[in-house]
């Protein structure tokens, strides 16, 4: 990964490290993985990754707290927690404004 949170793989925008899901007065440190590509189609761009396996994070799923805000050291961001897979991590992704450096490859 660069220095500026892109990890240089398949072309995609994207962030790996440390971020926040914000409920409310709750904030819970937590490390993602996201990545992101613009959507010629919907002319949109959607991000969209995994937010790591932890008992805190697991807790807000159980409660029912799916919609929550993600931080990270470039942007905070409306998201929801979704699709927990079987290792634990929950699913969070928008459209829009993204919680990571773009790249802008016109230049």
């Known amino acids: 990964m660069t220095d500026d949170g892109h990890d240089g793989h398949d072309g ?6 440390p971020a ?8 819970v440190p937590v490390t993602v993985t996201l990545r992101g590509q613009f959507d010629p189609i919907s002319g949109k761009y959607h991000w969209y990754g995994r937010v790591a396996a932890a008992a805190e994070v697991a807790a807000l799923v159980a409660d029912g ?9 470039h942007a905070e961001v409306a998201t929801s927690l979704s699709d927990v ?3 634990g991590r929950p699913r ?4 829009g404004a993204t919680p990571f450096l773009v790249r802008d490859d016109a230049g």
């Open 12 to 17: 995609h925008d994207g962030y790996d490290g």
């Open 20 to 27: 926040e899901i914000v409920d409310g007065d709750t904030v």
């Open 65 to 73: 707290a799916r919609r929550v805000a993600l931080r990270t050291p």
């Open 85 to 87: 897979d079987p290792w």
């Open 92 to 95: 969070v992704e928008g459209f």
